[in-house]
Protein backbone atom coordinates (compact mmCIF):
# COMPACT_ATOMS: atom_id res chain seq x y z
CA UNK A 1 0.00 0.00 0.00
CA UNK A 2 1.34 3.32 -0.96
CA UNK A 3 1.18 5.46 2.40
CA UNK A 4 0.06 8.77 0.32
CA UNK A 5 -3.06 10.85 1.41
CA UNK A 6 -5.55 10.53 -0.80
CA UNK A 7 -9.54 11.26 -1.52
CA UNK A 8 -12.07 9.59 -2.74
CA UNK A 9 -15.07 11.66 -4.73
CA UNK A 10 -16.14 8.43 -6.95
CA UNK A 11 -15.92 4.46 -7.57
CA UNK A 12 -15.41 2.94 -10.65
CA UNK A 13 -15.58 -0.68 -10.46
CA UNK A 14 -14.61 -3.78 -12.71
CA UNK A 15 -18.01 -6.12 -12.51
CA UNK A 16 -17.34 -10.27 -12.91
CA UNK A 17 -14.86 -11.26 -10.47
CA UNK A 18 -15.39 -7.76 -9.01
CA UNK A 19 -19.21 -7.19 -7.83
CA UNK A 20 -20.14 -10.45 -8.87
CA UNK A 21 -19.13 -14.11 -8.84
CA UNK A 22 -19.38 -15.37 -12.44
CA UNK A 23 -21.24 -18.22 -13.49
CA UNK A 24 -19.24 -20.83 -15.02
CA UNK A 25 -18.24 -20.20 -18.56
CA UNK A 26 -16.11 -22.25 -20.50
CA UNK A 27 -13.08 -19.56 -22.29
CA UNK A 28 -11.62 -23.10 -24.27
CA UNK A 29 -15.14 -23.83 -25.82
CA UNK A 30 -15.56 -20.15 -26.84
CA UNK A 31 -12.45 -19.48 -28.41
CA UNK A 32 -13.20 -23.30 -30.76
CA UNK A 33 -16.87 -21.43 -31.63
CA UNK A 34 -15.00 -18.26 -33.21
CA UNK A 35 -11.55 -19.64 -34.02
CA UNK A 36 -9.60 -17.22 -31.25
CA UNK A 37 -6.14 -19.29 -30.87
CA UNK A 38 -4.82 -20.32 -26.95
CA UNK A 39 -3.58 -17.83 -25.30
CA UNK A 40 -4.68 -14.32 -26.95
CA UNK A 41 -6.93 -11.91 -25.45
CA UNK A 42 -10.57 -12.92 -26.98
CA UNK A 43 -11.75 -9.05 -27.53
CA UNK A 44 -8.21 -8.03 -29.18
CA UNK A 45 -8.70 -11.08 -31.46
CA UNK A 46 -12.29 -10.50 -32.68
CA UNK A 47 -11.52 -6.86 -33.06
CA UNK A 48 -8.43 -7.58 -35.62
CA UNK A 49 -11.00 -9.72 -37.82
CA UNK A 50 -10.92 -8.37 -41.01
CA UNK A 51 -14.54 -8.90 -42.20
CA UNK A 52 -17.43 -6.66 -40.18
CA UNK A 53 -19.92 -9.80 -40.59
CA UNK A 54 -17.25 -11.82 -39.07
CA UNK A 55 -16.87 -9.44 -36.02
CA UNK A 56 -20.37 -9.02 -35.30
CA UNK A 57 -21.19 -13.13 -35.63
CA UNK A 58 -18.11 -13.42 -32.87
CA UNK A 59 -19.23 -10.44 -31.16
CA UNK A 60 -22.73 -12.45 -30.63
CA UNK A 61 -21.34 -15.71 -29.62
CA UNK A 62 -19.16 -14.17 -27.00
CA UNK A 63 -22.65 -11.95 -26.10
CA UNK A 64 -24.67 -15.29 -25.85
CA UNK A 65 -22.16 -17.29 -23.59
CA UNK A 66 -21.66 -13.88 -21.32
CA UNK A 67 -25.50 -14.02 -20.55
CA UNK A 68 -25.70 -17.51 -20.09
CA UNK A 69 -23.19 -17.49 -17.60
CA UNK A 70 -24.47 -14.34 -16.08
CA UNK A 71 -27.87 -16.14 -15.23
CA UNK A 72 -26.34 -18.52 -13.01
CA UNK A 73 -23.80 -15.69 -11.44
CA UNK A 74 -24.60 -14.23 -7.81
CA UNK A 75 -23.35 -10.92 -5.58
CA UNK A 76 -19.93 -11.32 -5.04
CA UNK A 77 -19.34 -11.24 -1.02
CA UNK A 78 -20.30 -7.68 0.46
CA UNK A 79 -20.94 -6.15 -2.71
CA UNK A 80 -24.51 -4.96 -1.78
CA UNK A 81 -23.28 -4.13 1.65
CA UNK A 82 -20.57 -1.92 0.04
CA UNK A 83 -22.76 -0.37 -2.90
CA UNK A 84 -25.18 0.68 -0.36
CA UNK A 85 -23.12 2.21 1.77
CA UNK A 86 -21.44 4.16 -0.89
CA UNK A 87 -24.97 5.39 -2.27
CA UNK A 88 -25.50 6.59 1.81
CA UNK A 89 -22.29 8.48 1.45
CA UNK A 90 -23.54 9.92 -2.34
CA UNK A 91 -20.52 8.93 -4.06
CA UNK A 92 -20.94 8.45 -7.66
CA UNK A 93 -20.52 5.02 -8.78
CA UNK A 94 -19.95 3.50 -11.93
CA UNK A 95 -18.94 -0.52 -13.90
CA UNK A 96 -16.74 -0.31 -16.53
CA UNK A 97 -16.31 -4.14 -18.02
CA UNK A 98 -15.05 -6.05 -21.04
CA UNK A 99 -18.70 -7.77 -20.81
CA UNK A 100 -21.82 -6.96 -23.19
CA UNK A 101 -24.43 -4.31 -21.69
CA UNK A 102 -27.09 -7.26 -22.05
CA UNK A 103 -25.16 -9.76 -20.21
CA UNK A 104 -24.15 -6.71 -17.30
CA UNK A 105 -27.85 -6.36 -16.89
CA UNK A 106 -28.92 -10.00 -16.76
CA UNK A 107 -26.08 -10.32 -13.52
CA UNK A 108 -27.77 -7.35 -11.68
CA UNK A 109 -31.06 -8.81 -11.69
CA UNK A 110 -29.51 -11.40 -9.30
CA UNK A 111 -29.31 -8.89 -6.89
CA UNK A 112 -31.38 -8.14 -4.12
CA UNK A 113 -30.55 -4.70 -3.17
CA UNK A 114 -28.79 -3.36 -5.94
CA UNK A 115 -30.32 -2.68 -9.53
CA UNK A 116 -28.33 -0.94 -12.63
CA UNK A 117 -30.36 2.53 -11.16
CA UNK A 118 -27.59 2.08 -8.57
CA UNK A 119 -25.25 3.60 -10.76
CA UNK A 120 -24.43 6.51 -12.33
CA UNK A 121 -22.33 5.14 -15.23
CA UNK A 122 -22.12 1.60 -17.07
CA UNK A 123 -19.08 1.22 -19.68
CA UNK A 124 -19.54 -1.95 -21.36
CA UNK A 125 -17.94 -3.24 -24.64
CA UNK A 126 -21.16 -2.07 -26.76
CA UNK A 127 -19.73 1.69 -25.73
CA UNK A 128 -17.51 3.35 -28.44
CA UNK A 129 -14.03 2.95 -26.20
CA UNK A 130 -10.67 0.84 -25.99
CA UNK A 131 -11.74 -1.68 -23.69
CA UNK A 132 -9.17 -2.60 -20.88
CA UNK A 133 -6.66 -2.26 -20.18
CA UNK A 134 -6.48 0.88 -22.30
CA UNK A 135 -7.43 3.75 -20.15
CA UNK A 136 -9.65 5.50 -22.34
CA UNK A 137 -12.82 4.08 -20.84
CA UNK A 138 -11.43 5.25 -17.25
CA UNK A 139 -10.93 8.78 -19.00
CA UNK A 140 -14.41 8.90 -20.11
CA UNK A 141 -15.78 7.65 -16.86
CA UNK A 142 -14.12 10.47 -15.08
CA UNK A 143 -15.91 13.35 -17.38
CA UNK A 144 -19.13 11.70 -16.30
CA UNK A 145 -18.90 11.18 -12.54
CA UNK A 146 -17.19 14.35 -12.33
CA UNK A 147 -13.72 13.44 -10.70
CA UNK A 148 -10.54 14.21 -11.21
CA UNK A 149 -7.96 11.26 -12.15
CA UNK A 150 -6.20 10.99 -8.31
CA UNK A 151 -10.31 11.01 -6.85
CA UNK A 152 -11.17 8.20 -8.70
CA UNK A 153 -11.15 4.84 -7.00
CA UNK A 154 -10.90 2.18 -9.60
CA UNK A 155 -11.88 -1.36 -8.19
CA UNK A 156 -10.55 -5.00 -9.94
CA UNK A 157 -9.81 -8.17 -10.08
CA UNK A 158 -8.10 -8.70 -12.98
CA UNK A 159 -4.85 -7.09 -14.25
CA UNK A 160 -5.91 -5.31 -17.37
CA UNK A 161 -8.68 -3.27 -14.58
CA UNK A 162 -5.52 -1.92 -12.69
CA UNK A 163 -3.37 -1.46 -16.32
CA UNK A 164 -6.46 0.62 -17.14
CA UNK A 165 -6.75 2.58 -14.36
CA UNK A 166 -2.76 3.36 -13.66
CA UNK A 167 -3.05 4.31 -17.35
CA UNK A 168 -5.48 6.79 -16.00
CA UNK A 169 -4.00 8.19 -13.43
CA UNK A 170 -6.75 6.59 -11.13
CA UNK A 171 -6.00 5.30 -7.37
CA UNK A 172 -6.31 1.39 -8.32
CA UNK A 173 -7.53 -1.05 -5.96
CA UNK A 174 -6.58 -5.12 -6.64
CA UNK A 175 -9.22 -7.17 -5.23
CA UNK A 176 -7.20 -10.38 -3.92
CA UNK A 177 -10.37 -12.86 -3.87
CA UNK A 178 -9.03 -14.06 -0.72
CA UNK A 179 -5.42 -14.60 -2.36
CA UNK A 180 -6.23 -16.47 -5.47
CA UNK A 181 -2.96 -14.95 -7.61
CA UNK A 182 0.16 -13.13 -6.98
CA UNK A 183 -1.09 -9.54 -5.83
CA UNK A 184 2.85 -8.00 -5.94
CA UNK A 185 3.54 -8.32 -9.43
CA UNK A 186 -0.05 -6.53 -9.96
CA UNK A 187 0.87 -2.53 -9.88
CA UNK A 188 -1.88 -1.32 -7.59
CA UNK A 189 -2.31 1.18 -5.22
CA UNK A 190 -3.32 -1.29 -2.76
CA UNK A 191 -4.61 -4.82 -2.54
CA UNK A 192 -7.87 -6.10 -0.25
CA UNK A 193 -8.87 -9.34 0.03
CA UNK A 194 -13.09 -8.79 -0.08
CA UNK A 195 -15.33 -6.04 -0.45
CA UNK A 196 -15.82 -5.94 3.19
CA UNK A 197 -12.00 -4.31 3.87
CA UNK A 198 -12.91 -2.19 0.47
CA UNK A 199 -15.06 0.00 2.57
CA UNK A 200 -12.49 0.47 5.34
CA UNK A 201 -10.11 1.76 2.57
CA UNK A 202 -12.96 3.90 1.15
CA UNK A 203 -13.59 5.38 4.40
CA UNK A 204 -9.87 6.63 4.78
CA UNK A 205 -10.68 8.66 2.06
CA UNK A 206 -13.71 10.19 2.21
CA UNK A 207 -13.87 14.01 4.35
CA UNK A 208 -14.00 14.00 8.16
CA UNK A 209 -16.73 16.26 9.75
CA UNK A 210 -15.48 18.51 11.91
CA UNK A 211 -14.45 18.08 15.54
CA UNK A 212 -11.62 15.64 17.11
CA UNK A 213 -10.47 12.38 14.92
CA UNK A 214 -13.41 9.36 15.72
CA UNK A 215 -11.75 7.17 18.04
CA UNK A 216 -11.73 4.32 15.26
CA UNK A 217 -9.76 6.18 13.67
CA UNK A 218 -7.91 7.53 16.47
CA UNK A 219 -7.04 3.37 17.78
CA UNK A 220 -6.11 2.12 14.46
CA UNK A 221 -3.42 5.43 13.56
CA UNK A 222 -2.02 4.85 17.07
CA UNK A 223 -1.71 1.28 16.66
CA UNK A 224 0.60 1.99 13.56
CA UNK A 225 3.21 4.22 16.10
CA UNK A 226 4.74 1.82 18.14
CA UNK A 227 6.00 2.96 21.61
CA UNK A 228 9.38 1.34 23.25
CA UNK A 229 10.49 3.79 25.57
CA UNK A 230 10.25 2.19 29.16
CA UNK A 231 9.07 5.53 30.62
CA UNK A 232 6.19 5.95 29.13
CA UNK A 233 3.98 5.05 31.46
CA UNK A 234 0.63 6.52 30.33
CA UNK A 235 0.90 6.05 26.68
CA UNK A 236 -1.17 7.49 23.94
CA UNK A 237 -4.75 5.92 23.32
CA UNK A 238 -8.67 6.28 23.17
CA UNK A 239 -10.03 7.53 26.31
CA UNK A 240 -6.64 8.19 27.50
CA UNK A 241 -6.71 12.04 28.66
CA UNK A 242 -2.90 12.37 29.35
CA UNK A 243 0.21 11.04 28.57
CA UNK A 244 2.55 10.21 31.94
CA UNK A 245 6.37 10.04 31.54
CA UNK A 246 8.63 8.74 34.57
CA UNK A 247 11.55 11.17 34.95
CA UNK A 248 12.52 9.57 37.92
CA UNK A 249 11.98 6.57 40.31
CA UNK A 250 9.85 9.13 42.52
CA UNK A 251 7.98 11.79 39.98
CA UNK A 252 6.24 11.27 36.85
CA UNK A 253 5.89 14.27 34.29
CA UNK A 254 2.21 14.47 32.48
CA UNK A 255 2.11 15.77 29.58
CA UNK A 256 -1.27 17.16 27.67
CA UNK A 257 -2.12 19.26 24.15
CA UNK A 258 -5.56 19.91 23.11
CA UNK A 259 -6.93 22.70 20.53
CA UNK A 260 -9.76 25.24 21.40
CA UNK A 261 -11.66 25.62 17.54
CA UNK A 262 -14.96 26.25 18.09
CA UNK A 263 -15.04 29.10 20.79
CA UNK A 264 -14.13 32.61 20.65
CA UNK A 265 -15.45 34.31 23.13
CA UNK A 266 -12.92 33.75 26.40
CA UNK A 267 -10.95 31.43 24.10
CA UNK A 268 -7.82 31.97 26.70
CA UNK A 269 -10.09 30.44 29.66
CA UNK A 270 -11.26 27.64 27.69
CA UNK A 271 -7.40 26.97 26.67
CA UNK A 272 -6.12 26.70 30.03
CA UNK A 273 -8.66 24.64 32.06
CA UNK A 274 -9.51 22.07 28.69
CA UNK A 275 -5.73 20.91 29.12
CA UNK A 276 -5.88 21.52 32.68
CA UNK A 277 -8.86 19.27 33.52
CA UNK A 278 -6.85 16.04 31.57
CA UNK A 279 -4.29 16.51 33.57
CA UNK A 280 -6.07 16.67 36.67
CA UNK A 281 -7.38 13.34 35.96
CA UNK A 282 -4.17 11.52 36.43
CA UNK A 283 -4.11 12.55 39.93
CA UNK A 284 -1.10 15.45 38.75
CA UNK A 285 -0.52 19.08 39.56
CA UNK A 286 -0.85 21.32 36.25
CA UNK A 287 2.57 23.66 35.95
CA UNK A 288 4.00 24.87 32.88
CA UNK A 289 1.66 25.89 29.89
CA UNK A 290 2.73 26.26 26.07
CA UNK A 291 0.70 27.99 23.82
CA UNK A 292 0.51 28.43 20.18
CA UNK A 293 -1.88 30.88 18.80
CA UNK A 294 -3.16 31.57 15.09
CA UNK A 295 -5.31 34.54 14.01
CA UNK A 296 -6.82 35.03 11.26
CA UNK A 297 -5.87 38.04 9.01
CA UNK A 298 -6.85 40.87 10.11
CA UNK A 299 -7.00 40.33 13.55
CA UNK A 300 -5.69 43.38 15.39
CA UNK A 301 -2.88 43.47 17.91
CA UNK A 302 -5.46 44.59 20.83
CA UNK A 303 -7.37 41.24 19.85
CA UNK A 304 -4.41 39.53 20.60
CA UNK A 305 -3.83 41.06 23.76
CA UNK A 306 -6.87 40.16 25.08
CA UNK A 307 -6.27 36.38 24.47
CA UNK A 308 -2.69 36.78 25.67
CA UNK A 309 -3.93 38.51 29.26
CA UNK A 310 -7.09 36.40 29.16
CA UNK A 311 -4.82 33.45 29.49
CA UNK A 312 -2.08 34.81 31.91
CA UNK A 313 -5.20 35.92 34.11
CA UNK A 314 -6.72 32.22 34.55
CA UNK A 315 -3.04 30.19 34.60
CA UNK A 316 -2.65 32.43 37.79
CA UNK A 317 -6.23 31.75 38.87
CA UNK A 318 -4.69 28.19 39.18
CA UNK A 319 -1.32 28.17 39.99
CA UNK A 320 0.23 27.36 36.19
CA UNK A 321 2.89 28.80 34.77
CA UNK A 322 2.60 30.62 31.37
CA UNK A 323 6.04 29.45 29.76
CA UNK A 324 6.06 30.19 26.42
CA UNK A 325 4.84 29.27 22.80
CA UNK A 326 4.11 31.09 19.22
CA UNK A 327 1.51 33.73 18.05
CA UNK A 328 0.82 34.20 14.09
CA UNK A 329 -1.56 35.46 12.27
CA UNK A 330 -2.56 33.36 9.69
CA UNK A 331 -4.81 33.00 6.67
CA UNK A 332 -4.67 29.38 7.43
CA UNK A 333 -7.73 30.10 9.82
CA UNK A 334 -11.12 31.87 9.93
CA UNK A 335 -10.95 32.53 13.44
CA UNK A 336 -8.52 32.08 16.87
CA UNK A 337 -7.35 29.13 17.54
CA UNK A 338 -5.43 28.39 20.73
CA UNK A 339 -3.46 24.90 21.33
CA UNK A 340 -1.99 24.26 24.43
CA UNK A 341 0.43 21.96 25.50
CA UNK A 342 0.51 21.20 29.44
CA UNK A 343 2.85 19.52 31.76
CA UNK A 344 2.38 18.26 35.63
CA UNK A 345 3.64 16.47 37.88
CA UNK A 346 2.59 13.76 40.68
CA UNK A 347 4.20 10.99 42.75
CA UNK A 348 4.63 7.95 41.22
CA UNK A 349 2.40 5.70 43.80
CA UNK A 350 -0.32 8.83 43.36
CA UNK A 351 -0.56 8.69 39.69
CA UNK A 352 -4.34 7.42 38.72
CA UNK A 353 -3.62 5.16 35.75
CA UNK A 354 -7.57 4.26 33.86
CA UNK A 355 -6.75 0.58 34.04
CA UNK A 356 -7.03 0.66 38.04
CA UNK A 357 -10.53 0.30 37.16
CA UNK A 358 -11.99 -2.84 39.21
CA UNK A 359 -15.63 -4.42 38.61
CA UNK A 360 -17.42 -2.90 41.12
CA UNK A 361 -16.62 0.27 41.56
CA UNK A 362 -19.14 3.25 41.14
CA UNK A 363 -19.02 5.44 38.58
CA UNK A 364 -19.70 9.16 39.68
CA UNK A 365 -20.71 12.48 38.01
CA UNK A 366 -19.89 15.78 39.21
CA UNK A 367 -22.07 18.77 38.25
CA UNK A 368 -24.14 17.72 35.10
CA UNK A 369 -23.60 17.13 31.46
CA UNK A 370 -22.81 19.69 28.67
CA UNK A 371 -21.42 22.55 30.97
CA UNK A 372 -19.28 23.60 28.35
CA UNK A 373 -21.73 23.32 25.61
CA UNK A 374 -24.17 25.00 27.30
CA UNK A 375 -21.78 28.25 27.86
CA UNK A 376 -20.29 27.84 24.41
CA UNK A 377 -23.98 28.06 22.55
CA UNK A 378 -25.08 30.80 25.10
CA UNK A 379 -21.77 32.82 24.24
CA UNK A 380 -21.65 32.08 20.20
CA UNK A 381 -25.78 31.94 19.29
CA UNK A 382 -27.51 33.92 22.22
CA UNK A 383 -29.02 36.49 19.70
CA UNK A 384 -30.47 32.80 18.05
CA UNK A 385 -31.47 31.55 21.18
CA UNK A 386 -33.32 34.74 22.03
CA UNK A 387 -35.21 34.37 18.18
CA UNK A 388 -36.34 30.91 19.59
CA UNK A 389 -38.05 32.15 22.57
CA UNK A 390 -35.31 31.43 25.67
CA UNK A 391 -35.76 35.08 28.11
CA UNK A 392 -32.01 37.11 27.91
CA UNK A 393 -31.51 36.40 31.70
CA UNK A 394 -31.73 32.80 31.36
CA UNK A 395 -29.27 33.13 28.16
CA UNK A 396 -26.79 35.16 30.35
CA UNK A 397 -27.52 32.50 33.21
CA UNK A 398 -26.07 30.00 30.44
CA UNK A 399 -23.08 32.06 29.44
CA UNK A 400 -22.28 32.00 33.96
CA UNK A 401 -21.57 28.54 33.14
CA UNK A 402 -17.93 29.41 31.67
CA UNK A 403 -16.53 29.20 35.34
CA UNK A 404 -18.02 25.57 35.68
CA UNK A 405 -15.79 24.08 33.38
CA UNK A 406 -12.82 23.50 36.02
CA UNK A 407 -13.08 19.99 37.14
CA UNK A 408 -10.13 20.70 38.86
CA UNK A 409 -11.34 21.29 42.63
CA UNK A 410 -13.19 17.93 42.27
CA UNK A 411 -10.07 16.29 40.88
CA UNK A 412 -7.98 17.51 43.52
CA UNK A 413 -10.57 16.07 46.73
CA UNK A 414 -10.84 12.44 44.62
CA UNK A 415 -6.79 12.34 44.09
CA UNK A 416 -6.61 12.03 48.05
CA UNK A 417 -6.10 8.94 49.81
CA UNK A 418 -6.25 6.71 47.41
CA UNK A 419 -10.27 5.95 46.57
CA UNK A 420 -10.23 6.53 43.02
CA UNK A 421 -9.34 4.05 40.42
CA UNK A 422 -9.75 6.50 37.43
CA UNK A 423 -10.99 9.81 36.47
CA UNK A 424 -12.10 11.17 33.11
CA UNK A 425 -12.96 14.29 31.81
CA UNK A 426 -16.34 14.47 29.39
CA UNK A 427 -15.06 16.75 26.44
CA UNK A 428 -15.89 16.46 23.14
CA UNK A 429 -19.02 14.17 22.07
CA UNK A 430 -20.46 14.88 25.32
CA UNK A 431 -20.90 11.80 28.42
CA UNK A 432 -21.98 9.74 25.66
CA UNK A 433 -18.40 9.34 24.09
CA UNK A 434 -17.35 9.91 27.48
CA UNK A 435 -18.37 6.74 28.81
CA UNK A 436 -17.61 4.90 26.38
CA UNK A 437 -13.65 6.04 26.14
CA UNK A 438 -13.46 5.51 30.09
CA UNK A 439 -14.40 1.85 29.21
CA UNK A 440 -12.07 1.78 26.00
CA UNK A 441 -9.01 3.19 28.01
CA UNK A 442 -9.73 1.07 31.66
CA UNK A 443 -10.95 -2.18 30.04
CA UNK A 444 -13.69 -2.37 31.62
CA UNK A 445 -17.10 -2.77 30.50
CA UNK A 446 -19.48 0.21 32.27
CA UNK A 447 -23.24 0.31 33.25
CA UNK A 448 -25.20 3.51 33.60
CA UNK A 449 -28.81 4.26 34.73
CA UNK A 450 -29.56 6.95 32.26
CA UNK A 451 -32.10 8.39 34.69
CA UNK A 452 -30.00 8.77 37.24
CA UNK A 453 -27.89 11.12 34.60
CA UNK A 454 -27.70 14.96 35.91
CA UNK A 455 -28.93 17.43 32.90
CA UNK A 456 -29.60 21.05 34.20
CA UNK A 457 -32.67 22.77 33.17
CA UNK A 458 -31.18 25.30 30.97
CA UNK A 459 -29.20 22.33 28.69
CA UNK A 460 -32.30 20.74 28.64
CA UNK A 461 -34.06 23.66 26.93
CA UNK A 462 -31.35 24.56 24.60
CA UNK A 463 -31.34 21.45 23.52
CA UNK A 464 -34.85 21.53 23.16
CA UNK A 465 -34.51 24.70 20.74
CA UNK A 466 -31.79 23.68 18.73
CA UNK A 467 -32.78 20.05 18.27
CA UNK A 468 -29.44 18.87 20.43
CA UNK A 469 -29.30 16.10 22.47
CA UNK A 470 -27.20 17.27 25.72
CA UNK A 471 -25.88 13.72 26.12
CA UNK A 472 -23.28 14.28 22.73
CA UNK A 473 -22.62 17.82 23.79
CA UNK A 474 -19.45 19.49 24.74
CA UNK A 475 -18.98 18.70 28.45
CA UNK A 476 -15.59 19.90 30.14
CA UNK A 477 -16.67 20.65 33.53
CA UNK A 478 -18.04 17.16 34.26
CA UNK A 479 -15.71 14.63 35.88
CA UNK A 480 -16.35 11.16 35.57
CA UNK A 481 -14.89 9.26 38.67
CA UNK A 482 -14.66 5.51 39.50
CA UNK A 483 -14.61 5.08 43.36
CA UNK A 484 -14.10 1.64 45.12
CA UNK A 485 -17.37 1.03 46.69
CA UNK A 486 -16.95 1.31 50.06
CA UNK A 487 -14.77 4.83 49.66
CA UNK A 488 -17.66 5.94 47.01
CA UNK A 489 -20.25 7.90 50.49
CA UNK A 490 -17.21 9.23 51.94
CA UNK A 491 -16.30 11.00 48.53
CA UNK A 492 -19.70 12.08 47.30
CA UNK A 493 -19.70 13.75 50.61
CA UNK A 494 -16.52 15.91 50.50
CA UNK A 495 -17.52 16.52 46.99
CA UNK A 496 -20.56 18.41 47.96
CA UNK A 497 -19.37 19.95 50.76
CA UNK A 498 -16.89 22.20 48.15
CA UNK A 499 -20.21 23.31 46.86
CA UNK A 500 -19.88 20.94 44.07
CA UNK A 501 -22.92 18.51 42.89
CA UNK A 502 -22.29 14.45 42.51
CA UNK A 503 -24.23 12.04 40.85
CA UNK A 504 -23.91 8.19 41.38
CA UNK A 505 -24.37 7.11 38.03
CA UNK A 506 -23.43 3.47 37.44
CA UNK A 507 -20.56 1.11 38.37
CA UNK A 508 -17.65 -1.04 36.34
CA UNK A 509 -18.86 -4.15 35.46
CA UNK A 510 -16.67 -6.84 34.08
CA UNK A 511 -13.54 -7.14 31.77
CA UNK A 512 -14.61 -5.53 27.92
CA UNK A 513 -15.41 -2.43 26.28
CA UNK A 514 -18.50 -0.76 26.00
CA UNK A 515 -21.48 0.70 28.13
CA UNK A 516 -24.56 -0.96 29.17
CA UNK A 517 -27.65 1.72 29.71
CA UNK A 518 -30.77 1.17 31.84
CA UNK A 519 -33.89 3.14 31.81
CA UNK A 520 -36.63 1.95 34.67
CA UNK A 521 -34.80 -1.20 34.70
CA UNK A 522 -34.89 -2.52 31.04
CA UNK A 523 -31.66 -2.55 28.87
CA UNK A 524 -31.65 0.29 26.53
CA UNK A 525 -29.17 1.44 23.68
CA UNK A 526 -26.64 3.94 25.05
CA UNK A 527 -26.05 6.44 22.18
CA UNK A 528 -23.38 7.13 19.89
CA UNK A 529 -22.69 10.42 17.86
CA UNK A 530 -20.57 10.12 14.90
CA UNK A 531 -19.58 13.81 16.00
CA UNK A 532 -20.07 16.47 19.02
CA UNK A 533 -23.74 18.02 18.59
CA UNK A 534 -22.45 21.60 18.86
CA UNK A 535 -20.70 20.78 15.17
CA UNK A 536 -23.97 20.97 13.41
CA UNK A 537 -24.18 24.78 14.69
CA UNK A 538 -21.11 25.64 13.54
Not at 4 to 33: Q, S
Not at 84 to 90: H, Q, T
Not at 182 to 187: E, P, T, W
Not at 442 to 460: Q, S, W
Request: contains cysteine.
Amino acid sequence: MKERPFRIKAVLFDFDGTLTKPGAIDFAVIREAIGCPSGKPILEYIGKLPDPESRADALKTLDDFETEAAADSEPNVGAEALIRYLKGKNIPLGIISRNSRRSIQRALKNFNRVSESDFDLILSRDDPVKPKPSGDGIMLALKRLKAEPHELLLVGDFVFDIQAGNDAGALTVYLDNNGKSDASKIGSDFTVSDLYELKDLVRLGLPLSAGKLPNEFLGAFLGRMGLDDPAVIIPPGVGQDAAAVEVDAEEVLVLKSDPITFATDAIGHYAVLINANDIATTGARPRWLLTSLLFPSGTTASAVRSVMDELQTVCARWGITLCGGHTEITDAVVRPVVTGMLAGTVSRKDLIDKQGMKPGDRVLLTKAVAVEGTAIIAREFGSRLMSLGMPESEVEACKAFLPRISILTEAGIARAGQRVSAMHDVTEGGLATALTELSVAGRHRIKVDLERVPVYPETRKIGRLLNIDPLGLIGSGSLLICCREQYTQALMREIQAAGIQVTAIGEVLGPGEGVEARKKGLKTEWPRFEVDEITRLF
